[in-house]
């Protein structure tokens, strides 16, 4: 990926410098951005699967292994989420392993949510309008997740973001 970065940059400076029209180049950086996002995305789906495989070999040999008294767990210190969609693969990669943890009850799953919100945010807003019951963490969580942490909104953040730092820095080239 980096070496297909450093191509993609030359060709850029070489559009640039030719006598290559505006949106001709903004069509060859949005093709490379998406490009660079598919496989990003699809990088971060395989990671996903096969932490997945080995979380689920792990879980089955915890199992056998786990007492019959389950000892409390002491409270976790993850990062706050804001509701900011450019906070949440943060926020996920943290969180993640308090939802997959099957020796967590979905009730304690759901205070932890809770106590993840940033006080004032939208995702408390979100989070706090379900009661502390076991059927409500699920809902909970997929409330957030649809509101801040799908797919294709999370792919149009990064495309602007990404699509907006190559045209500063086109503009900065341009200015020299």
Request: charged share 30%; net charge negative.
């Amino acid at each position: 990926m980096a070496e297909l970065e450093n191509v993609n940059t030359k060709f850029v400076e070489l559009l640039l410098t030719s006598d290559t029209s505006e949106e001709e180049v903004e069509a060859e950086i949005e093709t490379h951005e998406e490009y660079k996002l598919n496989f990003l995305m699809t990088n971060l789906q395989l990671t996903e699967q096969e932490s997945g495989q080995n979380e689920q070999v792990a879980t089955s040999s915890r199992i056998d292994a786990r007492p019959q008294n389950p000892v409390k767990r002491p409270t976790l210190e993850i990062p706050k989420f804001s509701g900011s969609v450019s906070n949440w693969l943060q926020f996920w990669s943290h969180f993640r392993k308090i939802h997959e943890d099957r020796s967590i009850t979905p009730e304690d799953k759901l205070e932890y949510l809770k106590q993840a919100t940033e006080k004032g945010s939208k995702a408390e807003n979100i989070v706090e309008g379900y009661p502390t019951t076991a059927e409500n963490y699920e809902k909970a969580f997929s409330s957030l997740k649809n509101r801040f942490g799908r797919d294709d909104l999370l792919v149009e953040y990064y495309t602007r973001e990404l699509l907006s730092l190559v045209l500063q820095n086109a503009d900065d080239k341009g200015k020299n």
